[in-house]
């Protein structure tokens, strides 16, 4: 009797027993629980975080790798400080982005690995982020962009009406009517345009024909006579060049002509001999001239 009742407190006992590991297995299992204790953090800042708290996930192409470990501040900024698996291996080119976990509530991180061949540096932190915005976000810009455009459709009313207006009031009509009307007469006085355009410009077309023909067969004149103006030129050129010479001898008082001009002495002696010659000339005409030759 003993017996049976001792095996059977032992199948109550292993039943039990199982049933609990069966139950922890079962929770680990759905909390997304691991056994494994190798993990990394990494600094990100944030402009907007959207309520997100330490404990919410950290997800890598949609696979839960990590949690949300602290929120603070950084200046103006929030740096979230999240803990990853060490076997989620991070690029260059690796985003960060803050989502919405579930429909209605709750916040996530989700990170985009990269497809670079050069792994994140760990020592660069803290890493960059954005914010992908919530549910209620979505809903919020709906809710404004209902009311714009509410508004556009009260101006296209406004609009509308005051074009029914101008129409039954017949204005808009007549003033479309004369303004079509000028058109037509403006066309029709600018059909004879293209003929007498394409004539202009057949004679401007012939004219520059002319033009070239005259410039080909007068190409070697008109080379020699540049090449002739180029000496010319040259030749003006070195008379200019003499002509200033001579003129800075002039004005250094050099030569003769330099020293007529500048020098006062010669010009008295020039005056005193005019006037020797002036009295010469006067005792001949009164006096005569006497030679007594033996």
């Not at 590991?21 to 944030?46: E, M």
């Not at 999240?82 to 991180?109: C, H, W």
């Not at 009311?147 to 129409?167: A, V």
């Not at 001579?246 to 002495?265: A, F, N, W």
Request: net charge positive.
């Amino acid at each position: 009797m003993k017996k049976t009742i001792f095996t059977t407190e032992l199948k109550v006992g292993i039943t039990v027993i199982f049933a609990i590991f069966i139950l922890i297995f079962g929770i680990i299992w759905g909390k997304g629980f691991q056994l494994q204790t190798n993990k990394y953090q990494i600094q990100i800042i944030f402009d907007n975080v959207g309520g997100m708290v330490p404990g919410d996930p950290v997800t890598v192409n949609g696979v839960k790798e990590g949690k949300v470990l602290r929120i603070n501040w950084q200046g103006r900024k929030v740096l979230c400080t999240i803990e990853l698996n060490d076997r989620v291996q991070l690029y260059e080119d690796a985003t960060f982005t803050i989502i919405s976990a579930e429909l209605l509530a709750g916040m996530k991180v989700e990170i985009y690995p990269g497809k670079s061949n050069q792994k994140l540096n760990l020592a660069h932190q803290p890493f960059y982020g954005k914010y992908g915005g919530r549910i209620v976000d979505v809903g919020l810009t709906i809710d404004k962009l209902a009311k714009d455009l509410s508004s556009l459709t009260f101006r296209l009313d406004t609009t509308t009406s005051t074009l029914n207006r101008l129409l039954r009031k017949g204005d808009l009509q007549r003033d479309l009517t004369s303004v079509m009307s000028n058109l037509n007469q403006i066309t029709e006085k600018f059909k004879t345009v293209p003929d007498s355009l394409s004539y202009t410009l057949s004679q401007l077309n012939h004219s520059v024909k002319k033009v070239n023909r005259l410039i080909e067969d007068n190409r070697q004149p008109i080379e020699t006579s540049l090449k002739d103006i180029q000496k010319v030129t040259k030749q003006v050129d070195s008379l200019s060049i003499s002509l200033k010479g001579v003129l800075r001898t002039i004005e250094t008082q050099q030569g003769t002509l330099g020293k007529m001009i500048y020098d006062s002495t010669l010009y008295i002696n020039i005056n005193k001999a005019l006037l020797s010659v002036d009295s010469l000339a006067n005792r001949l005409r009164k006096k005569g001239l006497k030679m007594s030759l033996f």
